[in-house]
């Protein structure tokens, strides 16, 4: 795997002479999901800024793509693109008086040609699921609505890694689930993704990495069950275990489950229990049918979306991401899912319900690769099956047609 | 939390039509208001945006006569000293204060009227031109008339900034009133020096944290003008030329009057 940053021994004085960082030493590969947690004053904020050169070292160096970063006008314009930052408070970030002029601010000033800011900026605020709001001030939007202009505001920047320093700080939790569904999205399509949190539940579920900071130097660096499994460190650096983590080990204590780490997630700690109580047969029972259904391909619209359900004859409807959650809203269903959609349905299923799950084209493919690797790890089949939609345009057939997985 | 113009400027039955349009009403009549020799024009088009303003943009008539008593009672103020002040014509209102007898003549009483009618017409259409009309679209027609562009970011950022501090302004307040910040003259005083200060040190703060934002994103000099948006039907276009027409009638017919007598 190659590192896509790196920092090498970086250290940062302010100007009074504290040290912020001291001597960090820290490659993150390409195409993952890293969180960075810490204490207040850990040095986060102040790594993420070196990250896309806000920030000049007093000492040490940061490598995008193997390359040390320049701080000349060119380096730094360079990198700033390519290394797109999301700040905490939105009203830093949103400036200009209107959400389409804020969007447009980033293509505009790399230099492109007005039709392809406008289409870039266009093309962000429809991934964001805000299209329509191009006119609006900043100050008529809510919280959620703010952060998803602010990624809009970098997305249309076509970065290869995003920055978001507590993206989820001051939001409710449903806004807090759905902008980190659409990290999730950003990264399955291939962007690297770089949160700072002090909500370890969340950098648990959502991270492939974790790094947790203390005192301007990284303390841990592993696998979400890997750092939070030690409790010394968890303790020394001000945070506490995740609830999943504490559960377990209470559990484990108890010798009411097996294993040697702590389950990935809710879905991990039932099928640990389920794995002990009962024997690997208790899933083998009948489970329910996942069918995914992309909502952006061949447009469909109410019938459609009714014909899927009937097809799929769903106990429950999950929808995945802002387009899926759009057409919902147009078609006037109320998804029973809207965040940690596919855990949720695995869950439904192994209870023997059925689910259909509205997502965009670009996620179905991570669903099915989901689903398929819990089977595979826990023993049990769940079919899964892919709707498409017919063209209304040819009524002999019906509106949809099913395929089975194997 | 606040109610402000520029929430009715959002949402109002005007909001789509062509700002161009609206802008050139507005402006027309605050110049035909404040030019106006006579009271009659600038009464005619308070009448007439007025009527506008609630029946055409469906702005609730409370809020739109709580905002016309601030300039009023000020005009008011002004009329009534300008009322005594001139003299000329005959006698209208005696007030018999032994030693100092105040008088109301006819020049004085004219002035004064025609004082109130001004500020009237021309609050008139203001309100018209900013509940209507959102500042960005205003700002897009700055961009067309070829206004210097640093002008043009230089008030967009400041409107974009207002909402922000006035949010981080009513927030100090409150904090202040909690604790009785507002208790006494002498605490209101201080509470609100206070509130002026520290909002000056953070408007400072935000503005190194706007020189971040903006170079994180690889600023070189250009903030976008959005284009202008919805042209003037003909009908439209017809309309205003109509009342315009009206308004300049009622002004000339006015003129003419005042010079038989």
């Known amino acids: 795997m190659t590192a896509i940053l790196e920092c090498r021994d970086l250290s940062y004085n302010y100007g009074d002479g504290t040290a912020a960082l001291e001597g960090v030493d820290l490659a993150l590969e390409a195409?993952?999901?890293?969180?960075?947690?810490?204490?207040?004053?850990?040095?986060?904020?102040?790594?993420?800024?070196?990250?896309?050169?806000?920030?000049?070292?007093?000492?040490?160096?940061?490598?995008?793509?193997?390359?040390?970063?320049?701080?000349?006008?060119r380096s730094?314009?360079?990198?700033?693109?390519?290394?797109?930052?999301?700040?905490?408070?939105?009203?830093?970030?949103?400036?200009?008086?209107?959400?389409?002029?804020?969007?447009?601010f980033g293509p505009a000033n790399l230099g492109y040609a007005a039709e392809k800011v406008k289409r870039y900026a266009g093309f962000a605020l429809q991934y964001v699921g805000l299209s329509g709001y191009d006119r609006r001030p900043p100050h008529h939007l809510s919280g959620g609505e703010k952060k998803r202009v602010a990624i809009a505001g970098i997305l249309a920047m076509e970065p290869e890694v995003m920055i978001l320093d507590e993206p989820t700080s001051n939001l409710d939790p449903a806004s807090s689930e759905e902008i980190m569904e659409m990290l999730d999205e950003l990264n399955c399509g291939g962007k690297t993704m770089i949160i700072s949190t002090h909500d370890v539940d969340l950098a648990y579920r959502w991270a492939d990495d974790v790094v947790l900071m203390k005192d301007g130097r990284v303390a841990g660096r592993g696998s979400g069950p890997e750092v939070f499994s030690n409790a010394d460190l968890v303790r020394e650096a001000r945070l506490k275990p995740p609830l999943v983590v504490e559960v377990y080990q209470q559990l484990k204590a108890r010798e009411l489950v097996d294993g040697s780490r702590p389950p990935a997630g809710v879905l991990e700690l039932c099928r640990l229990l389920e794995q002990r109580w009962a024997g690997p047969t208790a899933c083998t029972g009948k489970t329910g049918r996942i069918s995914i259904l992309a909502v952006d391909e061949g447009e469909p619209g109410d019938a459609e979306v009714q014909a899927a359900l009937a097809e799929a004859r769903a106990d429950y409807t999950g929808a995945m991401g802002s387009s899926a959650k759009i057409l919902a809203q147009e078609v006037g269903i109320a998804p029973d899912f809207t965040y940690g959609v596919i855990d949720k349905c695995i869950l439904k299923a192994l209870a023997g319900k059925s689910s259909l799950i509205l997502t965009s084209g670009g996620m179905v493919q991570h669903t099915q690769k989901r689903i398929g690797e819990y089977c595979r790890d826990a023993g049990v089949e769940i079919s899964v099956v892919r709707l498409f939609c017919i063209p209304p345009s040819s009524p002999a057939h019906p509106a949809l047609s099913g395929h089975q997985k194997p | 939390m606040h109610d402000l113009l520029d929430d009715y400027a959002h949402a109002n039955a005007l909001r789509n039509v062509s700002a161009r349009l609206k802008l050139a009403i507005g402006l027309s009549s605050i110049l035909l208001s404040v030019s106006s020799s006579t009271p009659e024009a600038p009464l005619f088009v308070a009448a007439s945006l007025s009527l506008a303003t609630i029946l055409l943009a469906k702005i609730p008539a409370r809020i739109y006569l709580q905002l016309l008593l601030l300039p009023l009672s000020f005009a008011g103020l002004s009329a009534a000293v300008v009322a005594f002040m001139h003299g000329g014509g005959d006698v209208l209102?005696?007030?018999?204060?032994?030693?100092?007898?105040?008088?109301?003549?006819?020049?004085g009483g004219l002035l004064a009227l025609l004082l109130i009618a001004r500020t009237l017409g021309g609050m008139c259409s203001l309100f018209f031109l900013s509940l209507t009309t959102p500042m960005i679209e205003i700002f897009a027609i700055f961009k067309s008339l070829h206004m210097p562009q640093s002008v043009i970011e230089l008030s967009m950022m400041i409107y974009r900034y207002i909402f922000v501090f006035l949010d981080q302004a009513a927030m100090i307040h409150s904090a202040q009133v909690m604790r009785?910040?507002?208790?006494?003259?002498?605490?209101?005083?201080?509470?609100?020096?206070?509130?002026?200060?520290?909002?000056?040190?953070?408007?400072?703060e935000q503005g190194e944290?706007?020189?971040?934002?903006?170079?994180?994103?690889?600023?070189?000099?250009?903030?976008?003008?959005?284009?202008?948006?919805g042209e003037a039907s003909p009908r439209q276009q017809a309309a205003a030329a109509a009342y315009l027409a009206a308004a300049l009638a009622v002004a000339g017919l006015a003129e003419g009057w005042g010079g038989q007598l």
């Open chain 2, 93 to 107: 209102l005696a007030l018999p204060i032994p030693g100092y007898p105040l008088t109301i003549r006819e020049d």
């Open chain 1, 76 to 104: 730094l314009r360079e990198i700033r693109r390519a290394v797109g930052m999301v700040f905490q408070n939105s009203d830093d970030q949103l400036f200009a008086p209107s959400v389409y002029q804020d969007v447009a």
């Open chain 2, 180 to 204: 009785l910040g507002d208790a006494g003259i002498k605490n209101r005083l201080h509470s609100f020096a206070m509130l002026c200060g520290v909002l000056f040190l953070r408007s400072w």
């Open chain 2, 209 to 229: 944290r706007l020189i971040v934002a903006m170079y994180a994103r690889c600023y070189d000099g250009k903030l976008e003008v959005m284009g202008l948006e």
């Open chain 1, 31 to 73: 195409g993952r999901k890293v969180a960075l947690v810490g204490p207040n004053g850990a040095g986060k904020s102040t790594l993420m800024l070196m990250f896309n050169g806000i920030l000049e070292p007093t000492r040490g160096e940061v490598l995008f793509r193997g390359r040390p970063l320049g701080y000349d006008r």
